[in-house]
Each structure stands twice: as structure tokens, then as C-alpha cells.
């Protein structure tokens, strides 16, 4: 057709390409950056949050591999009148496979029919990593007087 004959290997290669082609646009987020550092965990958190992509704050969670809480019922669990400003992180201890972070962040609250407020606060908050060695921030139940 072009000046060249068919063979019959070429639909063999050209499927072959087509296949690896597929598999490698199908990697995950993770298996493309490689495992990120517990501070850039941290911080896609947090800058997640402050963005209000809640979607991408619950790749953070350890929820988002355990089961524990769906994506839908995260994303209706934050409250609407929080808007989180800026971020700092103050400290963070690892140990073995656990860390505890220290985050002080800048946000505004506001209730309905009343004034917004600037708050500031230092949130102290566990993460945990994974079999593949990512960092996930983890998730428990909210009691009162807990921060984070």
C-alpha cells in the first residue's frame, strides 16, 4: 500500500505497542511520582483543603484506602462555613511507620446570618504509612475538645 508489504508479525508488534501504551496511561497518581516524603503528604493535604478539592484531601486519608469512609460521605462531612486560608507545619515526629504532625493553619468560619471570623489554630494530627509506603493522614471518629 505505502511501498511496503505486509507482514503478518507487524499486527502482532502493533498490538503489543498499543497494549503497553494502555497499561502505562492506567498507572496510578503514586506509581508515577513515586512515594512522596511525609511533608509532601502534609502539605497536598492541607493545600488540598485550602483549595476546598476535597476530593484530593480524601486521597490523603486513611480512609480512602481502608473502607472506613466513603468518598461521598467525606466530601458532605466538611463543613462549608470553614475556609482554610494558610498552613504551616510546625513539627513533624516519625516514628517507624506512625508520625504525629503539628500544623498550625489560618482559617475563617462563618455561620449562617453572622459575620466571618479569622481563627487560627495548632492542629495536631496522626499519619500513618502504608504497605506501599505512603503517608496517609489517619482517620478517626471526631470527639469534642479534639483538634483536627
Given at each position: 500500500m505505502f511501498g511496503r508489504?505486509?507482514?503478518?508479525?507487524?499486527?502482532?508488534e502493533i498490538g503489543?505497542?498499543?497494549?503497553?501504551?494502555?497499561?502505562?496511561?492506567?498507572?496510578?497518581?503514586d506509581e508515577?511520582?513515586?512515594?512522596?516524603?511525609?511533608?509532601?503528604?502534609v502539605t497536598g493535604f492541607w493545600e488540598s483543603r485550602i483549595r476546598k478539592d476535597y476530593i484530593e484531601a480524601y486521597k490523603h486519608e486513611v480512609a480512602s484506602q481502608n473502607g472506613t469512609t466513603e468518598m461521598a460521605a467525606y466530601v458532605r462531612q466538611q463543613n462549608p462555613g470553614i475556609k482554610y486560608k494558610a498552613f504551616v507545619i510546625r513539627e513533624a515526629k516519625e516514628t517507624g511507620d506512625k508520625a504525629e504532625v503539628?500544623?498550625?493553619?489560618?482559617?475563617?468560619?462563618?455561620?449562617p446570618m453572622l459575620p466571618e471570623v479569622a481563627l487560627h489554630a495548632i492542629v495536631t494530627g496522626e499519619w500513618i504509612r502504608l504497605d506501599k509506603g505512603q503517608w496517609y493522614r489517619d482517620t478517626k471518629p471526631w470527639r469534642p475538645g479534639q483538634t483536627g
Open positions: 508489504k505486509w507482514k503478518a508479525g507487524y499486527g502482532v503489543f505497542l498499543i497494549l503497553v501504551t494502555a497499561l502505562l496511561a492506567c498507572q496510578s497518581k508515577k511520582q513515586g512515594t512522596q516524603s511525609l511533608e509532601q503528604r503539628k500544623v498550625a493553619v489560618d482559617y475563617t468560619m462563618q455561620a
